[in-house]
Protein backbone atom coordinates (compact mmCIF):
# COMPACT_ATOMS: atom_id res chain seq x y z
CA UNK A 1 0.00 0.00 0.00
CA UNK A 2 3.16 2.28 0.62
CA UNK A 3 3.43 2.65 -3.20
CA UNK A 4 0.23 3.48 -3.89
CA UNK A 5 -0.49 5.86 -0.70
CA UNK A 6 -0.67 9.02 -3.05
CA UNK A 7 -3.21 7.50 -4.51
CA UNK A 8 -5.55 6.54 -1.86
CA UNK A 9 -8.18 8.76 -0.97
CA UNK A 10 -11.06 9.65 1.41
CA UNK A 11 -12.66 7.45 2.82
CA UNK A 12 -9.92 5.56 3.24
CA UNK A 13 -8.18 8.53 4.42
CA UNK A 14 -9.15 11.34 6.41
CA UNK A 15 -11.05 13.80 4.95
CA UNK A 16 -11.92 17.39 5.54
CA UNK A 17 -14.92 16.38 7.73
CA UNK A 18 -12.58 13.93 9.64
CA UNK A 19 -9.62 15.92 10.43
CA UNK A 20 -11.98 18.96 11.79
CA UNK A 21 -13.75 16.10 14.04
CA UNK A 22 -10.52 15.31 15.19
CA UNK A 23 -9.10 18.69 15.48
CA UNK A 24 -12.30 19.51 17.75
CA UNK A 25 -11.50 16.36 19.91
CA UNK A 26 -8.04 16.99 20.64
CA UNK A 27 -9.23 20.64 21.09
CA UNK A 28 -11.43 19.91 23.43
CA UNK A 29 -9.12 17.79 25.76
CA UNK A 30 -6.05 20.32 25.34
CA UNK A 31 -8.58 23.44 26.59
CA UNK A 32 -8.89 21.32 29.99
CA UNK A 33 -5.78 19.40 29.63
CA UNK A 34 -3.04 21.54 28.42
CA UNK A 35 -0.35 20.20 25.75
CA UNK A 36 -1.01 16.66 24.98
CA UNK A 37 0.88 13.56 25.11
CA UNK A 38 -0.39 11.94 21.48
CA UNK A 39 -0.18 8.08 20.16
CA UNK A 40 -0.82 7.44 16.52
CA UNK A 41 -1.60 3.87 15.60
CA UNK A 42 -0.41 3.54 12.04
CA UNK A 43 1.34 6.42 10.37
CA UNK A 44 -1.56 8.73 9.37
CA UNK A 45 0.00 12.46 8.21
CA UNK A 46 -3.14 14.11 8.05
CA UNK A 47 -3.41 12.99 11.80
CA UNK A 48 0.26 14.16 12.57
CA UNK A 49 -0.22 17.64 10.49
CA UNK A 50 -3.32 18.58 13.34
CA UNK A 51 -2.77 22.06 15.49
CA UNK A 52 -0.72 20.93 18.06
CA UNK A 53 0.29 23.27 21.07
CA UNK A 54 3.46 23.88 21.78
CA UNK A 55 5.10 21.32 24.19
CA UNK A 56 3.02 18.61 23.26
CA UNK A 57 4.40 15.23 22.45
CA UNK A 58 3.84 12.77 19.41
CA UNK A 59 4.73 8.66 18.80
CA UNK A 60 3.40 6.71 15.94
CA UNK A 61 3.48 2.83 16.54
CA UNK A 62 3.58 0.44 13.04
CA UNK A 63 4.93 -2.47 12.31
CA UNK A 64 5.28 -2.10 8.60
CA UNK A 65 8.73 -0.78 7.62
CA UNK A 66 7.79 0.04 4.14
CA UNK A 67 4.60 2.45 5.20
CA UNK A 68 7.07 4.29 7.91
CA UNK A 69 10.05 4.70 4.96
CA UNK A 70 7.02 5.80 2.31
CA UNK A 71 4.79 7.68 4.60
CA UNK A 72 5.46 8.70 7.90
CA UNK A 73 6.13 12.09 7.73
CA UNK A 74 7.65 12.95 11.20
CA UNK A 75 10.95 12.53 12.80
CA UNK A 76 12.36 8.95 13.36
CA UNK A 77 12.52 9.79 16.95
CA UNK A 78 8.60 9.87 17.28
CA UNK A 79 7.96 6.67 15.49
CA UNK A 80 8.22 2.93 16.93
CA UNK A 81 8.08 -0.35 14.62
CA UNK A 82 6.14 -2.35 16.71
CA UNK A 83 2.94 -4.36 16.89
CA UNK A 84 -0.11 -2.73 18.03
CA UNK A 85 -0.90 -5.44 20.54
CA UNK A 86 2.63 -4.64 22.23
CA UNK A 87 2.56 -1.19 22.26
CA UNK A 88 5.94 -0.80 24.13
CA UNK A 89 4.97 2.24 25.92
CA UNK A 90 5.22 3.22 29.68
CA UNK A 91 1.55 3.14 31.43
CA UNK A 92 -0.58 5.84 31.75
CA UNK A 93 2.21 7.78 29.41
CA UNK A 94 -0.52 8.86 26.95
CA UNK A 95 -3.38 11.46 26.54
CA UNK A 96 -4.93 11.15 23.49
CA UNK A 97 -4.67 8.06 21.29
CA UNK A 98 -5.96 8.34 17.77
CA UNK A 99 -6.06 5.48 15.37
CA UNK A 100 -7.50 5.89 11.82
CA UNK A 101 -8.99 3.00 9.99
CA UNK A 102 -7.40 0.29 11.61
CA UNK A 103 -9.43 -1.50 13.99
CA UNK A 104 -10.36 -3.85 11.52
CA UNK A 105 -7.04 -4.74 10.69
CA UNK A 106 -6.83 -7.03 13.97
CA UNK A 107 -8.53 -10.42 14.33
CA UNK A 108 -11.68 -10.45 16.01
CA UNK A 109 -12.33 -10.42 18.66
CA UNK A 110 -9.38 -11.24 20.77
CA UNK A 111 -7.02 -9.60 18.60
CA UNK A 112 -9.31 -6.45 18.90
CA UNK A 113 -10.25 -6.53 22.66
CA UNK A 114 -6.53 -7.05 23.87
CA UNK A 115 -5.42 -3.65 21.75
CA UNK A 116 -8.05 -1.94 24.10
CA UNK A 117 -6.68 -3.72 26.71
CA UNK A 118 -3.20 -2.50 25.84
CA UNK A 119 -4.75 1.15 25.42
CA UNK A 120 -6.27 0.67 28.86
CA UNK A 121 -2.60 0.44 29.98
CA UNK A 122 -1.04 3.06 27.99
CA UNK A 123 -3.53 6.05 28.14
CA UNK A 124 -3.54 7.69 31.43
CA UNK A 125 -7.01 8.48 33.56
CA UNK A 126 -9.28 10.84 31.75
CA UNK A 127 -7.07 10.35 28.43
CA UNK A 128 -9.09 9.73 25.48
CA UNK A 129 -9.23 7.57 22.69
CA UNK A 130 -10.42 8.65 18.91
CA UNK A 131 -11.18 5.93 16.11
CA UNK A 132 -12.50 6.14 12.52
CA UNK A 133 -14.17 2.94 12.47
CA UNK A 134 -14.36 1.35 8.84
CA UNK A 135 -17.71 -0.24 10.84
CA UNK A 136 -20.48 -2.20 8.74
CA UNK A 137 -23.82 -0.96 7.74
CA UNK A 138 -26.75 -1.89 9.14
CA UNK A 139 -27.94 -3.96 6.23
CA UNK A 140 -25.67 -6.18 4.52
CA UNK A 141 -24.96 -5.75 0.99
CA UNK A 142 -24.18 -8.95 -1.29
CA UNK A 143 -21.15 -8.92 -3.95
CA UNK A 144 -23.18 -9.09 -6.77
CA UNK A 145 -25.22 -6.17 -5.27
CA UNK A 146 -22.08 -3.70 -5.00
CA UNK A 147 -20.88 -5.22 -8.26
CA UNK A 148 -24.29 -3.90 -9.87
CA UNK A 149 -23.91 -0.49 -8.68
CA UNK A 150 -20.09 -0.04 -9.69
CA UNK A 151 -21.24 -0.73 -13.29
CA UNK A 152 -24.67 1.43 -13.07
CA UNK A 153 -22.11 4.02 -11.74
CA UNK A 154 -23.18 4.54 -8.40
CA UNK A 155 -19.65 3.71 -7.11
CA UNK A 156 -17.47 6.67 -7.82
CA UNK A 157 -14.26 5.43 -7.13
CA UNK A 158 -11.96 2.37 -6.36
CA UNK A 159 -11.52 3.62 -2.52
CA UNK A 160 -15.06 3.44 -1.89
CA UNK A 161 -15.43 0.14 -3.66
CA UNK A 162 -12.67 -1.50 -1.85
CA UNK A 163 -15.17 -0.57 1.66
CA UNK A 164 -18.44 -2.19 -0.14
CA UNK A 165 -16.99 -5.15 -1.83
CA UNK A 166 -14.55 -5.92 1.09
CA UNK A 167 -17.63 -6.10 3.77
CA UNK A 168 -19.59 -7.77 1.37
CA UNK A 169 -17.81 -10.52 0.70
CA UNK A 170 -17.37 -10.77 4.76
CA UNK A 171 -19.39 -13.82 6.65
CA UNK A 172 -18.98 -12.63 9.89
CA UNK A 173 -16.60 -10.63 11.68
CA UNK A 174 -14.82 -13.14 13.31
CA UNK A 175 -13.51 -15.49 9.63
CA UNK A 176 -13.04 -11.46 8.18
CA UNK A 177 -12.13 -11.12 4.82
CA UNK A 178 -8.74 -12.06 2.78
CA UNK A 179 -7.97 -8.91 1.05
CA UNK A 180 -6.66 -11.04 -2.20
CA UNK A 181 -10.51 -11.61 -2.42
CA UNK A 182 -11.29 -8.76 -3.12
CA UNK A 183 -8.88 -8.83 -5.83
CA UNK A 184 -9.85 -11.87 -7.36
CA UNK A 185 -13.81 -10.89 -7.71
CA UNK A 186 -12.98 -7.73 -8.91
CA UNK A 187 -10.50 -8.99 -11.80
CA UNK A 188 -13.03 -11.65 -13.03
CA UNK A 189 -15.26 -8.38 -14.04
CA UNK A 190 -12.38 -8.01 -17.46
CA UNK A 191 -10.09 -9.53 -19.09
CA UNK A 192 -7.97 -6.74 -17.68
CA UNK A 193 -7.75 -3.47 -15.66
CA UNK A 194 -7.59 -1.73 -18.55
CA UNK A 195 -10.67 -3.05 -19.99
CA UNK A 196 -12.62 -2.65 -17.09
CA UNK A 197 -11.28 0.90 -16.42
CA UNK A 198 -12.40 1.46 -19.82
CA UNK A 199 -16.33 0.28 -18.84
CA UNK A 200 -15.82 2.02 -15.56
CA UNK A 201 -14.85 5.60 -16.70
CA UNK A 202 -12.05 5.49 -14.38
CA UNK A 203 -8.22 6.57 -15.38
CA UNK A 204 -6.52 3.12 -15.49
CA UNK A 205 -3.72 4.51 -12.53
CA UNK A 206 -7.03 4.90 -10.31
CA UNK A 207 -7.83 0.98 -10.89
CA UNK A 208 -4.53 -0.06 -10.49
CA UNK A 209 -3.43 0.10 -6.78
CA UNK A 210 -6.19 -3.06 -6.47
CA UNK A 211 -3.01 -5.13 -7.18
CA UNK A 212 -1.85 -4.47 -3.57
CA UNK A 213 -4.33 -6.49 -2.81
CA UNK A 214 -3.33 -9.29 -4.97
CA UNK A 215 -0.94 -11.61 -3.02
CA UNK A 216 -1.67 -9.94 -0.23
CA UNK A 217 -2.45 -12.57 3.55
CA UNK A 218 -3.57 -10.01 5.34
CA UNK A 219 -7.40 -10.65 6.82
CA UNK A 220 -9.80 -7.41 7.53
CA UNK A 221 -12.55 -8.11 10.06
CA UNK A 222 -15.20 -5.40 9.92
CA UNK A 223 -17.21 -5.28 12.52
CA UNK A 224 -20.25 -2.90 13.44
CA UNK A 225 -20.18 0.30 15.45
CA UNK A 226 -22.18 -0.91 18.51
CA UNK A 227 -19.39 -4.11 18.57
CA UNK A 228 -16.76 -1.56 18.63
CA UNK A 229 -18.54 0.48 21.35
CA UNK A 230 -18.38 -3.44 23.07
CA UNK A 231 -15.22 -3.80 22.68
CA UNK A 232 -14.31 -0.13 24.77
CA UNK A 233 -17.22 -0.18 27.14
CA UNK A 234 -17.87 -3.42 28.01
CA UNK A 235 -15.07 -4.44 30.46
CA UNK A 236 -12.34 -2.73 28.29
CA UNK A 237 -12.16 0.19 30.83
CA UNK A 238 -13.59 2.73 29.00
CA UNK A 239 -16.66 5.32 28.62
CA UNK A 240 -18.05 6.71 25.55
CA UNK A 241 -18.13 9.95 25.03
CA UNK A 242 -19.42 10.78 21.34
CA UNK A 243 -19.95 9.45 17.92
CA UNK A 244 -19.61 11.54 14.70
CA UNK A 245 -20.49 10.15 11.33
CA UNK A 246 -19.57 12.43 8.57
CA UNK A 247 -21.89 13.29 5.76
CA UNK A 248 -19.38 12.31 2.81
CA UNK A 249 -20.74 9.37 0.36
CA UNK A 250 -20.26 5.77 3.30
CA UNK A 251 -20.09 8.31 5.82
CA UNK A 252 -22.13 6.16 7.83
CA UNK A 253 -19.80 3.06 7.63
CA UNK A 254 -16.77 5.85 8.75
CA UNK A 255 -17.96 7.04 12.12
CA UNK A 256 -15.36 8.55 14.58
CA UNK A 257 -16.26 7.15 18.07
CA UNK A 258 -14.61 8.55 21.60
CA UNK A 259 -13.78 7.00 24.35
CA UNK A 260 -12.63 8.45 27.38
CA UNK A 261 -10.23 6.39 30.11
CA UNK A 262 -12.02 5.54 33.17
Request: glycine share 8%.
Amino acid sequence: MAQYWAQIGPPLRPGKEDLACYQRCADEWIAAGGAPRVLLLGVTPEIYGLRWPEGHEFVAVDQTRTMIDHVWPGRIDQIIEANWLELPLPRASKDLAFCDGGLHLLGYPAAQRLMVDRLHDVVAPGGRCIFRLFALPARKETSDQVLKNLFAGRIPNLNVLKLCLGMALQESPETGIEVREIWRVLSEQAEDWRQLANKLGWPLEHLQPIDAYKNSQSRYHFISTEQAIDLFCDGGGFALTGVYRPEYILGERCPIVVFERC
